[in-house]
Protein backbone atom coordinates (compact mmCIF):
# COMPACT_ATOMS: atom_id res chain seq x y z
CA UNK A 1 0.00 0.00 0.00
CA UNK A 2 1.50 3.19 -1.36
CA UNK A 3 1.96 5.83 1.95
CA UNK A 4 1.70 8.85 -0.39
CA UNK A 5 -0.68 11.49 -0.63
CA UNK A 6 -2.48 11.50 -3.32
CA UNK A 7 -5.32 13.86 -4.13
CA UNK A 8 -8.23 11.70 -5.39
CA UNK A 9 -11.05 15.22 -5.76
CA UNK A 10 -11.90 14.70 -10.03
CA UNK A 11 -10.58 11.63 -11.27
CA UNK A 12 -10.33 11.63 -15.07
CA UNK A 13 -11.59 8.41 -16.57
CA UNK A 14 -10.91 8.33 -20.52
CA UNK A 15 -12.78 7.24 -22.75
CA UNK A 16 -11.84 8.21 -26.61
CA UNK A 17 -15.44 7.93 -28.28
CA UNK A 18 -17.14 10.27 -26.34
CA UNK A 19 -14.34 12.79 -27.74
CA UNK A 20 -17.08 15.48 -29.95
CA UNK A 21 -16.68 16.13 -33.16
CA UNK A 22 -13.73 18.99 -33.97
CA UNK A 23 -11.77 18.28 -30.81
CA UNK A 24 -9.02 15.27 -29.80
CA UNK A 25 -8.83 13.14 -27.27
CA UNK A 26 -5.20 14.72 -26.17
CA UNK A 27 -6.59 17.99 -26.15
CA UNK A 28 -9.25 16.95 -24.24
CA UNK A 29 -7.63 15.38 -21.39
CA UNK A 30 -4.82 18.36 -22.14
CA UNK A 31 -7.98 21.03 -21.13
CA UNK A 32 -9.28 19.14 -17.94
CA UNK A 33 -5.86 19.27 -16.72
CA UNK A 34 -6.04 22.80 -17.33
CA UNK A 35 -9.01 22.45 -15.29
CA UNK A 36 -7.34 20.88 -12.33
CA UNK A 37 -8.52 17.22 -12.32
CA UNK A 38 -6.24 15.56 -10.08
CA UNK A 39 -5.73 12.24 -11.11
CA UNK A 40 -6.19 10.68 -14.75
CA UNK A 41 -6.88 6.91 -15.77
CA UNK A 42 -6.44 5.90 -19.21
CA UNK A 43 -8.74 3.27 -19.90
CA UNK A 44 -8.72 2.11 -23.31
CA UNK A 45 -10.94 -1.40 -23.78
CA UNK A 46 -10.85 -2.02 -27.00
CA UNK A 47 -7.04 -0.82 -28.14
CA UNK A 48 -4.20 -2.82 -29.22
CA UNK A 49 -0.95 -3.36 -27.03
CA UNK A 50 0.70 -0.76 -28.89
CA UNK A 51 -1.25 1.69 -29.79
CA UNK A 52 -2.39 1.74 -26.37
CA UNK A 53 1.37 2.38 -25.06
CA UNK A 54 1.70 4.89 -27.90
CA UNK A 55 -1.65 6.96 -26.27
CA UNK A 56 -0.08 5.93 -22.59
CA UNK A 57 3.00 7.54 -23.51
CA UNK A 58 1.74 11.02 -24.89
CA UNK A 59 -0.94 11.11 -21.99
CA UNK A 60 1.62 10.66 -19.56
CA UNK A 61 3.91 13.93 -21.09
CA UNK A 62 0.85 15.55 -20.04
CA UNK A 63 0.14 14.66 -16.63
CA UNK A 64 3.48 14.55 -15.64
CA UNK A 65 3.19 18.12 -16.95
CA UNK A 66 0.96 19.06 -14.73
CA UNK A 67 2.07 17.21 -11.89
CA UNK A 68 -0.93 14.65 -11.52
CA UNK A 69 -0.75 10.80 -11.34
CA UNK A 70 -1.62 8.99 -14.39
CA UNK A 71 -3.52 5.79 -13.55
CA UNK A 72 -3.61 2.99 -16.29
CA UNK A 73 -6.92 1.00 -16.33
CA UNK A 74 -6.29 -3.36 -16.05
CA UNK A 75 -3.12 -3.58 -18.26
CA UNK A 76 -0.34 -3.98 -15.67
CA UNK A 77 2.19 -4.39 -18.55
CA UNK A 78 1.17 -1.25 -20.18
CA UNK A 79 1.69 0.59 -16.70
CA UNK A 80 4.90 -0.91 -16.39
CA UNK A 81 5.69 0.06 -20.05
CA UNK A 82 5.58 3.52 -19.72
CA UNK A 83 6.27 3.77 -16.37
CA UNK A 84 2.69 4.70 -14.70
CA UNK A 85 1.90 5.66 -11.52
CA UNK A 86 -0.81 2.55 -10.97
CA UNK A 87 -3.44 0.91 -12.43
CA UNK A 88 -6.89 0.68 -11.61
CA UNK A 89 -8.12 -3.28 -11.56
CA UNK A 90 -11.62 -4.61 -12.20
CA UNK A 91 -13.15 -7.37 -10.27
CA UNK A 92 -12.61 -9.47 -13.37
CA UNK A 93 -9.10 -8.14 -13.90
CA UNK A 94 -5.87 -9.52 -12.64
CA UNK A 95 -6.40 -10.33 -8.75
CA UNK A 96 -5.02 -7.45 -6.84
CA UNK A 97 -2.48 -9.58 -4.83
CA UNK A 98 -0.78 -10.60 -8.10
CA UNK A 99 -0.90 -7.20 -9.47
CA UNK A 100 0.80 -6.25 -5.70
CA UNK A 101 3.37 -8.64 -6.32
CA UNK A 102 4.19 -7.57 -10.02
CA UNK A 103 4.46 -3.64 -9.36
CA UNK A 104 5.58 -3.47 -6.09
CA UNK A 105 4.64 -1.30 -2.92
CA UNK A 106 5.28 1.89 -4.81
CA UNK A 107 2.80 1.87 -7.40
CA UNK A 108 -0.95 3.16 -6.87
CA UNK A 109 -3.75 0.21 -7.23
CA UNK A 110 -7.36 1.17 -7.77
CA UNK A 111 -10.18 -1.28 -7.34
CA UNK A 112 -13.49 -0.99 -8.39
CA UNK A 113 -16.34 -2.14 -6.02
CA UNK A 114 -19.84 -2.86 -5.71
CA UNK A 115 -20.22 -4.46 -2.72
CA UNK A 116 -19.74 -3.92 1.43
CA UNK A 117 -17.60 -7.62 0.55
CA UNK A 118 -15.47 -6.65 -2.38
CA UNK A 119 -14.58 -3.30 -0.30
CA UNK A 120 -13.23 -5.45 2.36
CA UNK A 121 -11.59 -7.95 0.38
CA UNK A 122 -9.84 -5.27 -1.59
CA UNK A 123 -8.76 -2.71 1.79
CA UNK A 124 -7.19 -6.69 3.56
CA UNK A 125 -5.18 -7.38 -0.13
CA UNK A 126 -3.71 -3.69 0.31
CA UNK A 127 -5.37 -1.78 -2.13
CA UNK A 128 -4.49 2.20 -2.20
CA UNK A 129 -8.09 3.29 -3.28
CA UNK A 130 -11.51 2.10 -3.74
CA UNK A 131 -13.80 2.86 -6.80
CA UNK A 132 -17.27 2.94 -5.37
CA UNK A 133 -19.76 2.25 -8.67
CA UNK A 134 -22.21 2.59 -10.38
CA UNK A 135 -24.04 5.49 -8.60
CA UNK A 136 -26.51 5.94 -10.97
CA UNK A 137 -27.36 4.06 -14.73
CA UNK A 138 -24.84 5.77 -17.02
CA UNK A 139 -24.68 4.95 -21.28
CA UNK A 140 -20.64 5.37 -20.82
CA UNK A 141 -21.01 2.00 -19.39
CA UNK A 142 -23.57 -0.56 -20.36
CA UNK A 143 -24.04 -3.75 -18.20
CA UNK A 144 -24.90 -1.92 -14.97
CA UNK A 145 -27.71 -4.20 -13.06
CA UNK A 146 -28.38 -2.46 -10.16
CA UNK A 147 -27.39 0.99 -9.71
CA UNK A 148 -26.23 1.82 -5.88
CA UNK A 149 -27.37 5.20 -5.04
CA UNK A 150 -26.28 7.83 -2.55
CA UNK A 151 -27.36 5.36 -0.06
CA UNK A 152 -25.64 2.42 -1.30
CA UNK A 153 -22.59 4.35 -1.68
CA UNK A 154 -22.86 5.42 1.76
CA UNK A 155 -23.63 1.77 3.33
CA UNK A 156 -20.37 0.63 1.28
CA UNK A 157 -18.24 3.49 3.34
CA UNK A 158 -20.04 3.20 6.51
CA UNK A 159 -18.55 -0.61 6.07
CA UNK A 160 -15.20 0.49 5.93
CA UNK A 161 -15.03 3.21 8.82
CA UNK A 162 -13.00 1.32 10.91
CA UNK A 163 -10.34 0.33 8.32
CA UNK A 164 -10.69 3.32 5.33
CA UNK A 165 -8.99 3.52 2.78
CA UNK A 166 -9.24 6.51 0.29
CA UNK A 167 -12.07 6.37 -1.78
CA UNK A 168 -13.82 7.56 -5.40
CA UNK A 169 -17.37 7.43 -6.31
CA UNK A 170 -18.32 6.85 -10.35
CA UNK A 171 -21.05 6.25 -12.75
CA UNK A 172 -23.68 8.87 -14.11
CA UNK A 173 -21.77 11.67 -11.74
CA UNK A 174 -21.94 15.23 -13.39
CA UNK A 175 -22.47 19.03 -12.40
CA UNK A 176 -26.17 17.88 -11.12
CA UNK A 177 -25.48 15.79 -9.10
CA UNK A 178 -21.81 16.04 -7.79
CA UNK A 179 -22.42 18.29 -4.67
CA UNK A 180 -25.84 16.19 -3.52
CA UNK A 181 -23.45 13.02 -3.83
CA UNK A 182 -20.31 14.01 -1.83
CA UNK A 183 -22.62 15.57 0.96
CA UNK A 184 -25.33 12.81 1.29
CA UNK A 185 -22.21 9.58 1.12
CA UNK A 186 -20.50 11.13 4.27
CA UNK A 187 -21.07 9.07 7.09
CA UNK A 188 -20.01 11.11 10.11
CA UNK A 189 -16.85 9.32 10.06
CA UNK A 190 -15.32 8.93 6.78
CA UNK A 191 -16.62 10.60 3.13
CA UNK A 192 -15.72 9.96 -0.52
CA UNK A 193 -12.46 11.44 -1.45
CA UNK A 194 -13.25 12.63 -5.18
CA UNK A 195 -15.13 11.80 -7.86
CA UNK A 196 -14.55 9.66 -10.88
CA UNK A 197 -15.88 11.10 -13.68
CA UNK A 198 -15.71 10.31 -17.73
CA UNK A 199 -18.57 11.69 -20.25
CA UNK A 200 -18.96 14.80 -17.75
CA UNK A 201 -15.43 15.64 -19.22
CA UNK A 202 -14.71 13.61 -22.23
CA UNK A 203 -18.01 14.66 -23.78
CA UNK A 204 -17.74 19.13 -22.78
CA UNK A 205 -17.52 20.97 -25.31
CA UNK A 206 -14.59 22.68 -22.78
CA UNK A 207 -13.34 19.92 -20.64
CA UNK A 208 -11.82 22.82 -18.65
CA UNK A 209 -14.52 24.58 -17.93
CA UNK A 210 -16.97 21.21 -17.32
CA UNK A 211 -13.52 20.80 -14.54
CA UNK A 212 -13.68 24.23 -13.28
CA UNK A 213 -17.53 23.48 -12.48
CA UNK A 214 -17.36 20.33 -11.10
CA UNK A 215 -14.09 21.52 -8.51
CA UNK A 216 -16.35 24.51 -6.92
CA UNK A 217 -18.54 21.75 -6.22
CA UNK A 218 -16.37 19.18 -5.23
CA UNK A 219 -15.18 22.13 -2.66
CA UNK A 220 -18.05 23.43 -1.62
CA UNK A 221 -19.19 20.01 -0.86
CA UNK A 222 -15.85 19.52 1.55
CA UNK A 223 -16.62 22.51 2.74
CA UNK A 224 -19.95 21.37 4.22
CA UNK A 225 -19.08 18.24 5.22
CA UNK A 226 -16.05 20.05 7.25
CA UNK A 227 -13.29 18.36 4.93
CA UNK A 228 -10.76 21.46 4.44
CA UNK A 229 -7.05 21.92 4.25
CA UNK A 230 -5.98 23.62 7.37
CA UNK A 231 -4.52 27.14 5.39
CA UNK A 232 -3.91 29.69 7.76
CA UNK A 233 -1.35 30.34 10.42
CA UNK A 234 -3.55 30.37 13.54
CA UNK A 235 -3.92 26.58 12.44
CA UNK A 236 -0.40 25.72 11.55
CA UNK A 237 0.75 27.07 15.08
CA UNK A 238 -1.83 24.78 16.37
CA UNK A 239 -0.90 21.96 14.15
CA UNK A 240 2.80 22.51 15.51
CA UNK A 241 2.08 22.54 19.23
CA UNK A 242 -0.30 19.66 19.18
CA UNK A 243 2.80 17.60 16.41
CA UNK A 244 5.38 18.63 19.01
CA UNK A 245 3.24 17.08 21.74
CA UNK A 246 2.91 13.92 19.71
CA UNK A 247 6.23 13.39 18.75
CA UNK A 248 7.21 13.53 22.86
CA UNK A 249 4.14 10.97 23.30
CA UNK A 250 4.87 8.31 20.17
CA UNK A 251 8.20 8.22 20.77
CA UNK A 252 8.84 7.13 17.44
CA UNK A 253 11.53 5.27 15.90
CA UNK A 254 13.49 6.69 13.27
CA UNK A 255 16.13 4.75 11.07
CA UNK A 256 19.04 6.79 9.12
CA UNK A 257 21.36 6.31 6.80
CA UNK A 258 22.59 9.85 6.79
CA UNK A 259 25.95 10.93 5.97
CA UNK A 260 29.35 10.24 8.96
CA UNK A 261 30.24 13.78 8.96
CA UNK A 262 26.50 14.65 10.66
CA UNK A 263 25.80 11.21 12.23
CA UNK A 264 25.39 12.26 15.98
CA UNK A 265 24.46 15.12 15.52
CA UNK A 266 21.28 13.67 13.26
CA UNK A 267 20.82 10.97 16.35
CA UNK A 268 21.10 13.97 19.45
CA UNK A 269 18.56 16.41 17.53
CA UNK A 270 16.09 13.34 17.38
CA UNK A 271 16.70 12.31 21.15
CA UNK A 272 16.43 16.10 22.24
CA UNK A 273 12.40 16.41 20.06
CA UNK A 274 11.18 13.29 21.69
CA UNK A 275 12.31 10.28 18.87
CA UNK A 276 14.70 7.56 18.93
CA UNK A 277 17.03 6.99 16.62
CA UNK A 278 18.68 3.88 14.71
CA UNK A 279 21.37 4.35 12.68
CA UNK A 280 21.85 1.01 10.50
CA UNK A 281 23.09 0.40 7.06
CA UNK A 282 22.63 -3.50 7.77
CA UNK A 283 20.19 -4.97 4.88
CA UNK A 284 19.26 -7.62 6.65
CA UNK A 285 17.72 -5.62 9.55
CA UNK A 286 15.81 -3.38 7.37
CA UNK A 287 12.76 -5.25 7.44
CA UNK A 288 12.63 -5.67 10.89
CA UNK A 289 13.28 -2.22 11.74
CA UNK A 290 10.65 -1.14 9.10
CA UNK A 291 8.01 -2.80 11.02
CA UNK A 292 8.38 -1.01 14.08
CA UNK A 293 9.99 2.54 12.48
CA UNK A 294 7.93 5.58 12.71
CA UNK A 295 9.87 6.77 9.65
CA UNK A 296 12.75 6.72 7.34
CA UNK A 297 15.49 9.43 6.45
CA UNK A 298 17.93 9.32 3.72
CA UNK A 299 20.94 11.84 3.63
CA UNK A 300 22.93 11.76 0.78
CA UNK A 301 26.11 13.55 2.22
CA UNK A 302 28.67 10.87 2.17
CA UNK A 303 26.87 8.40 -0.50
CA UNK A 304 27.89 5.01 -0.20
CA UNK A 305 25.71 2.18 -0.55
CA UNK A 306 22.86 3.89 -2.64
CA UNK A 307 21.14 0.62 -3.36
CA UNK A 308 20.69 0.31 0.15
CA UNK A 309 19.27 3.07 1.00
CA UNK A 310 16.06 2.80 -1.81
CA UNK A 311 15.85 -0.40 -0.42
CA UNK A 312 15.30 0.48 2.83
CA UNK A 313 13.44 3.19 1.76
CA UNK A 314 11.03 1.19 -0.20
CA UNK A 315 11.01 -1.65 3.17
CA UNK A 316 9.39 1.62 5.41
CA UNK A 317 7.23 2.38 2.37
CA UNK A 318 5.74 -1.14 2.13
CA UNK A 319 4.97 -0.43 6.02
CA UNK A 320 3.64 2.55 5.54
CA UNK A 321 6.56 4.76 7.31
CA UNK A 322 6.79 8.47 5.55
CA UNK A 323 9.87 8.53 4.35
CA UNK A 324 12.80 11.68 4.01
CA UNK A 325 14.97 13.03 1.84
CA UNK A 326 17.71 15.14 2.25
CA UNK A 327 19.74 15.90 -1.08
CA UNK A 328 22.68 16.87 0.49
CA UNK A 329 24.87 18.45 -2.48
CA UNK A 330 22.94 16.84 -5.00
CA UNK A 331 23.92 19.52 -7.81
CA UNK A 332 27.44 19.43 -7.02
CA UNK A 333 28.57 16.21 -8.98
CA UNK A 334 26.88 14.52 -12.12
CA UNK A 335 27.04 11.33 -9.58
CA UNK A 336 24.77 13.00 -6.77
CA UNK A 337 22.69 14.37 -9.74
CA UNK A 338 22.14 11.12 -10.97
CA UNK A 339 21.69 9.33 -7.54
CA UNK A 340 19.18 12.00 -6.79
CA UNK A 341 16.89 11.23 -9.44
CA UNK A 342 17.05 7.60 -8.73
CA UNK A 343 15.89 8.40 -4.98
CA UNK A 344 12.84 10.83 -6.64
CA UNK A 345 11.73 8.12 -8.91
CA UNK A 346 12.71 4.49 -6.81
CA UNK A 347 11.65 5.60 -2.85
CA UNK A 348 8.52 6.98 -2.46
CA UNK A 349 9.14 9.99 -0.83
CA UNK A 350 6.83 11.89 1.76
CA UNK A 351 9.30 14.85 2.14
CA UNK A 352 11.90 16.56 0.07
CA UNK A 353 13.74 18.34 2.51
CA UNK A 354 16.73 20.46 1.24
CA UNK A 355 18.30 23.99 0.98
CA UNK A 356 18.17 26.46 -1.47
CA UNK A 357 20.61 25.05 -3.75
CA UNK A 358 19.65 21.47 -3.96
CA UNK A 359 15.67 22.14 -4.25
CA UNK A 360 16.54 24.52 -7.14
CA UNK A 361 19.18 22.34 -8.81
CA UNK A 362 16.36 18.99 -8.78
CA UNK A 363 13.58 21.39 -10.09
CA UNK A 364 16.11 22.86 -12.81
CA UNK A 365 15.37 26.25 -11.99
CA UNK A 366 19.07 27.54 -12.35
CA UNK A 367 19.53 26.62 -8.82
CA UNK A 368 23.55 25.44 -8.36
CA UNK A 369 25.49 23.60 -5.53
CA UNK A 370 28.83 24.20 -4.88
CA UNK A 371 30.17 21.97 -2.46
CA UNK A 372 27.40 21.00 -0.17
CA UNK A 373 26.55 24.87 0.40
CA UNK A 374 23.81 26.80 -0.55
CA UNK A 375 23.89 29.79 -3.16
CA UNK A 376 20.53 29.62 -4.24
CA UNK A 377 18.97 32.82 -6.05
CA UNK A 378 16.61 34.61 -2.87
CA UNK A 379 13.75 35.74 -5.49
CA UNK A 380 10.86 34.49 -3.34
CA UNK A 381 8.86 33.57 -6.54
CA UNK A 382 11.56 31.72 -8.00
CA UNK A 383 11.78 29.39 -4.76
CA UNK A 384 7.52 29.24 -4.49
CA UNK A 385 7.84 27.96 -7.83
CA UNK A 386 10.40 25.44 -7.15
CA UNK A 387 8.52 23.69 -4.13
CA UNK A 388 5.28 24.10 -5.46
CA UNK A 389 6.40 22.18 -8.60
CA UNK A 390 8.58 19.44 -7.52
CA UNK A 391 5.91 18.83 -4.57
CA UNK A 392 3.11 18.29 -7.51
CA UNK A 393 5.71 16.38 -9.81
CA UNK A 394 6.95 14.14 -7.13
CA UNK A 395 3.51 13.92 -5.48
CA UNK A 396 5.60 14.85 -1.92
CA UNK A 397 6.32 17.54 0.73
CA UNK A 398 8.99 19.97 -0.18
CA UNK A 399 10.97 22.14 2.28
CA UNK A 400 13.51 24.67 0.95
CA UNK A 401 15.60 26.06 3.94
CA UNK A 402 17.74 29.14 3.95
CA UNK A 403 17.27 33.21 5.60
CA UNK A 404 13.61 32.26 4.59
CA UNK A 405 12.06 28.52 4.15
CA UNK A 406 9.72 27.67 2.00
CA UNK A 407 7.48 24.46 2.63
CA UNK A 408 4.74 23.25 0.10
CA UNK A 409 2.50 19.98 -0.69
CA UNK A 410 1.88 21.32 -4.14
CA UNK A 411 -1.31 23.14 -3.63
CA UNK A 412 -0.76 24.94 0.04
CA UNK A 413 2.69 27.18 0.43
CA UNK A 414 4.33 28.13 3.39
CA UNK A 415 7.15 30.18 4.41
CA UNK A 416 9.23 30.47 7.49
CA UNK A 417 11.32 33.57 8.61
CA UNK A 418 13.02 32.41 11.60
CA UNK A 419 17.00 31.05 12.37
CA UNK A 420 19.86 32.35 13.55
CA UNK A 421 22.40 33.45 11.62
CA UNK A 422 24.98 30.87 13.28
CA UNK A 423 22.81 28.23 11.70
CA UNK A 424 24.99 27.64 8.59
CA UNK A 425 28.44 28.30 10.40
CA UNK A 426 27.94 24.57 12.12
CA UNK A 427 28.22 21.70 9.69
CA UNK A 428 24.77 19.92 9.41
CA UNK A 429 22.28 21.88 10.65
CA UNK A 430 20.23 21.42 7.70
CA UNK A 431 20.44 17.24 8.24
CA UNK A 432 19.28 18.06 11.78
CA UNK A 433 16.16 19.96 10.07
CA UNK A 434 16.02 16.70 8.14
CA UNK A 435 15.75 14.70 10.95
CA UNK A 436 13.23 16.41 13.11
CA UNK A 437 11.41 16.33 9.73
CA UNK A 438 11.28 12.84 9.64
CA UNK A 439 10.34 12.81 13.87
CA UNK A 440 7.45 15.01 12.96
CA UNK A 441 5.71 13.47 10.02
CA UNK A 442 6.55 10.21 11.77
CA UNK A 443 4.12 11.13 14.80
CA UNK A 444 1.81 13.58 12.42
CA UNK A 445 0.27 11.66 9.66
CA UNK A 446 -2.72 13.17 9.00
CA UNK A 447 -0.83 16.31 7.42
CA UNK A 448 2.61 16.07 6.22
CA UNK A 449 2.87 19.52 4.74
CA UNK A 450 2.23 20.74 8.46
CA UNK A 451 4.14 18.24 10.13
CA UNK A 452 6.98 19.49 8.09
CA UNK A 453 6.36 23.32 8.93
CA UNK A 454 5.99 22.26 12.89
CA UNK A 455 9.31 20.37 12.41
CA UNK A 456 10.94 23.13 10.44
CA UNK A 457 9.70 26.06 13.09
CA UNK A 458 10.63 23.79 16.15
CA UNK A 459 14.28 23.86 14.56
CA UNK A 460 14.41 27.54 13.58
CA UNK A 461 13.02 28.73 16.67
CA UNK A 462 15.30 26.41 19.06
CA UNK A 463 18.25 27.91 17.09
CA UNK A 464 16.88 31.29 18.05
CA UNK A 465 17.31 31.03 21.57
CA UNK A 466 20.41 28.82 21.43
CA UNK A 467 21.88 31.97 19.96
CA UNK A 468 20.44 34.29 22.44
CA UNK A 469 21.70 32.53 25.54
CA UNK A 470 24.89 34.27 27.29
CA UNK A 471 27.28 31.93 27.09
CA UNK A 472 27.00 31.74 23.32
CA UNK A 473 29.72 33.22 21.35
CA UNK A 474 30.49 30.87 18.37
CA UNK A 475 29.41 28.23 16.44
CA UNK A 476 30.59 25.80 19.15
CA UNK A 477 28.81 26.48 21.73
CA UNK A 478 25.81 27.53 19.33
CA UNK A 479 26.09 23.32 18.88
CA UNK A 480 25.48 22.40 22.00
CA UNK A 481 23.04 25.16 22.95
CA UNK A 482 20.82 24.42 19.85
CA UNK A 483 20.51 20.32 21.03
CA UNK A 484 19.47 22.27 24.34
CA UNK A 485 16.77 24.31 23.49
CA UNK A 486 15.73 21.51 20.81
CA UNK A 487 14.62 19.75 24.13
CA UNK A 488 13.31 22.71 26.34
CA UNK A 489 11.53 24.43 23.21
CA UNK A 490 9.57 20.26 22.41
CA UNK A 491 9.01 20.13 25.89
CA UNK A 492 6.73 23.66 26.20
CA UNK A 493 6.00 23.88 22.72
CA UNK A 494 3.53 26.93 23.14
CA UNK A 495 6.12 28.86 22.94
CA UNK A 496 6.53 28.37 19.66
CA UNK A 497 3.61 30.19 18.93
CA UNK A 498 5.10 33.38 20.35
CA UNK A 499 8.40 32.98 18.42
CA UNK A 500 6.70 32.49 15.08
CA UNK A 501 7.15 34.17 11.68
CA UNK A 502 5.00 32.29 9.63
CA UNK A 503 3.40 33.53 6.51
CA UNK A 504 0.85 31.64 4.25
CA UNK A 505 1.99 32.67 0.60
CA UNK A 506 -0.78 29.85 -0.82
N1 LIG B 1 -16.88 2.21 -14.10
P1 LIG B 1 -19.70 8.34 -16.57
S1 LIG B 1 -19.24 3.13 -14.07
C1 LIG B 1 -15.85 3.29 -16.07
O1 LIG B 1 -19.35 1.13 -11.80
C2 LIG B 1 -16.98 3.09 -15.16
O2 LIG B 1 -17.26 0.70 -11.80
C3 LIG B 1 -18.02 2.14 -13.44
O3 LIG B 1 -18.98 6.95 -16.74
C4 LIG B 1 -18.24 1.26 -12.26
O4 LIG B 1 -18.89 9.19 -15.69
C5 LIG B 1 -18.21 3.70 -15.26
O5 LIG B 1 -19.74 8.87 -17.97
C6 LIG B 1 -18.61 4.70 -16.27
O6 LIG B 1 -21.05 8.07 -16.05
C7 LIG B 1 -18.77 6.06 -15.70
Known sequence: MSIKRIDYSLYLVTDRSLVPEGKTFLGQIERALEGGVTLVQLREKDTDTGPFIDFAFKVKALTRKFGVPLIINDRLDVAQAVDAEGVHIGQDDMPLKQARAILGPNKIIGVSCNTEEEAAIAIRDGADYLGIGAVWFTSTKKNIKKPLGIEGVKRILKSIENNPVPTVAIGGISASNAYELLVGTETGKIHIDGLAIVSAIMAAEDPKIACEELLSLIEKGFEKIGVKAKRTVEEALDYTVQAAKNVKSKTPMIHHITNYVVIND?????????????????????????????????????????????????????????????????????????????????????????????????????????????????????????????????NCVVGLTGPVDYISDGQRVFAIENGDTLLPLITGSGCMVSSVVACFVAANRDDYLLATVAAILTVTVASEMAAAREYVNGPGTFRAALIDELYNITNSPEKLKEYAKIRVIE
Open 266 to 394: NANATLAVGASPIMSTSRDEFEDLAVINGAMLLNMGTLNDVNSMILAAQMNARYKNPVVLDPVGCGATGYRKEVVQRFLKECNLTVLKGNAGEILSIAGLGGESRGVDSIGTSEEEVMVNAVKTLARQN
